[in-house]
């Protein structure tokens, strides 16, 4: 079993940054994908950033076009986290943010693909 933490949201003024982290723990091995989800009141669960938890050479990033260009995503395989670093953000960001993970090397944006997800962070972002 594999558990994710997240930690990081909070309130953030609009064009201002948060940066987001991710620990997992447990069956570390099972990891092979991670990212960030996020789900806005009334909306439908999205993703925001995913990425592969491989070598240096197998680190292939997906982004959601509205976030391209201001959030950046990255991991520590040492330290078994995942972070999300957002800036220029908006009020159209304000959601809960997710972390999900999956057992295979590929990226999908469906989130029935992931097998793990952490509680949730709330983001905030005022106008």
């Known amino acids: 079993q594999v558990q994710l933490v997240e930690s990081g949201g909070g309130l953030a003024q609009s064009g201002g940054s948060l940066r987001l982290s991710c620990a997992a723990s447990?069956?570390?091995?099972?990891?092979?994908?991670m990212g960030w989800y996020r789900q806005a009141p009334g909306k439908e669960r999205e993703s925001v950033a995913l990425?592969?938890?491989?070598?240096?050479?197998?680190?292939?990033?997906d982004y959601a076009d509205s976030v391209k260009g201001r959030f950046t995503i990255s991991r520590d395989n040492a330290k078994n986290t995942v972070y999300l670093q957002m800036n220029s953000l908006k009020a159209e960001d304000t959601a809960v943010y997710y972390c999900?993970?999956?057992?295979?090397?590929?990226?999908?944006?469906?989130?029935?693909?992931?097998?793990?997800w952490g509680q949730g962070t709330q983001v905030t972002v005022s106008s």
């Open positions: 999900a993970a999956r057992r295979t090397y590929s990226i999908s944006r469906s989130r029935q693909d992931y097998d793990y």
């Open positions: 990425i592969i938890r491989g070598d240096a050479t197998n680190s292939a990033a």
């Open positions: 447990g069956s570390i091995v099972s990891v092979r994908t």
